[in-house]
């Protein structure tokens, strides 16, 4: 049996453990081992040419400059988008539920894998605490494993229990964890959660993605009762909630009573919250993105964001403008699982401008032609202005419904490019009127007002 040894800080030389074309990789996010990263930074030109991977980062903690270092990751998101402002050509587009797979399978190695935890508890045993994700795979198949010892790391139940047996060196560094304080919700995001709210049922199991509006969500659901989480993060809001009953997840069809999430992505509120609490299991991506485990929920109701949606449906979540600034993430997964769920939906929730309101978030077409989830999985899609519903629906009654959802001053705008359903011959209807084009104005006529096909249309603000 293989025994970590434990050594000072100051000692750890990264540029004698790195062998020349092996990829280190990380626990992702929150659960960043900061402190190795820098130090990892700090060295890393005096190392041989290696790579690097992680799903997502919030960590400044490594240069984007080091010519000897190729980063590697799922996306552009946060403060990962440093790594890509040249092109994307080092993204892996993967969805979450195959990383732990493509992982232990070699497809996507690593070689060297940097964690933190805390303990050791009675047994012997670490404890990885924020997240687990993909880093049981990564520990099973690495040459060398690296746990920052820190104390200040919640406790958690699931899958974070990390056998003292697995770990290779152990290095003593006492660090405050990120922490994600979501950006306070403005009047718009609280209208959008408005509308995502009233689409959950009691009961309900749900998922969140990351961002203000998520976040806003879990302000709206204070009349709900009986609602379960099954998500791959979980913030101060779902800790708000659980606090105050509204979930309680005794209507789940598996893990009865329990909230489940593969990371911890908040603040000291729910990283307290969440220490050494049986009704929060931190688990592996193989179990809270699996096809299998997610099918066993009757109404699972997934929401998540989007940078764009096109007239047909489709969304993409990554780029904007020709940057990659998200990534695919666990969208899919959820997306596919609210929508075979015989009472689920899927809930595409976003803000119908960018913040400055200079661009229109629904498009004619993708700018960047880069879709992250399909128009064939598409059901609903808000925004401050109201709802539309897709699934099953004609690819020109989708169209009248994104545009009856989007912001009034841009569909002019969308003359020529909207000629995917306008040309001559498949006219769009709106209001009883038909239009070449969307939006089209000439000297004898008003613009074409599109009627509301979802419901609500509009809001009362």
Not at 40 to 63: G, I, K, N, Q
Not at 311 to 337: C, P, S, Y
Request: hydrophobic share 45%; charged share 20%; glycine share 10%.
């Amino acid at each position: 049996m293989k025994t970590p040894i434990t050594i000072a800080p100051e000692a750890l030389d990264f540029t004698r453990l790195i062998r020349a074309g092996e990829t280190v990789g990380w626990a992702e996010a929150t659960a960043e081992p900061v402190f190795l990263t820098r130090m990892l930074d700090a060295r890393a030109e005096r190392c041989p040419p290696f790579r690097v991977f992680f799903p997502l980062t919030f960590s400044a903690a490594l240069a984007a400059g080091h010519a000897n270092v190729t980063i590697t990751a799922l996306g552009g998101a946060s403060a990962g988008r440093r790594f890509f402002a040249g092109g994307a050509n080092n993204v892996v587009p993967a969805n979450i539920s195959d990383v732990s797979g493509l992982v232990a399978s070699g497809r996507l190695p690593i070689d060297i894998v940097l964690l933190q935890v805390s303990g050791p508890d009675e047994m012997g045993r670490y404890n990885a605490g924020l997240g687990i994700e993909h880093l049981h795979a990564a520990i099973g198949r690495a040459r060398l494993v690296i746990a920052q010892v820190n104390p200040e790391l919640p406790w958690t139940n699931g899958d974070t229990a990390i056998e003292s047996e697995t770990i290779d060196v152990l290095v003593p560094a006492t660090e405050p964890p990120i922490e994600l304080p979501a950006r306070p919700a403005g009047p718009i995001d609280r209208v959008v959660a408005d509308y995502v709210a009233r689409l959950i049922p009691d009961r309900a199991t749900i998922e969140l993605g990351l961002g203000a509006i998520p976040e806003a969500v879990t302000r709206a659901l204070g009349s709900k009762r009986g609602l379960g989480v099954h998500s791959g993060a979980v913030g101060d809001g779902i800790a708000d909630l659980m606090a105050a009953g509204i979930v309680d997840n005794r209507h789940k069809e598996i893990d009865t009573g329990i909230t489940v999430a593969t990371m911890l992505m908040g603040t000291s509120r729910i990283y307290r919250f969440a220490d050494r609490n049986t009704a929060i299991h931190i688990r592996a991506t193989s179990y809270t993105h699996d096809a299998l485990v997610l099918g066993n929920f009757r109404r699972f109701i997934a929401i998540n964001g989007a940078l764009e949606v096109d007239l047909t449906g489709q969304v993409d979540a990554e780029t904007a403008g020709g940057r990659h600034i998200g990534l695919v993430g666990g969208q899919m997964d959820f997306v596919r699982a609210a929508n075979r769920a015989p009472e689920g939906r899927s809930i595409i929730a976003l803000q119908s401008t960018n913040r400055e309101r200079t661009r229109s978030r629904i498009v004619a077409k993708l700018v960047d032609g880069v879709v992250t989830t399909p128009r064939a999985e598409a059901d609903l899609v808000v925004t401050e202005h109201g709802i539309a519903e897709l699934r099953g629906r004609t690819l020109g009654e989708r169209a009248r419904a994104l545009v009856a959802i989007a912001d009034r001053a841009f569909v002019p705008n969308w003359n020529a490019r909207a000629s995917g359903f306008c040309k001559a011959g498949r006219r769009l209807r709106f209001g009883g009127r038909s239009c070449r084009r969307i939006g089209a104005t000439t000297a004898r006529s008003a613009p074409c007002r599109p009627q509301p096909t979802g419901k609500p249309s509009r809001p009362e603000v």
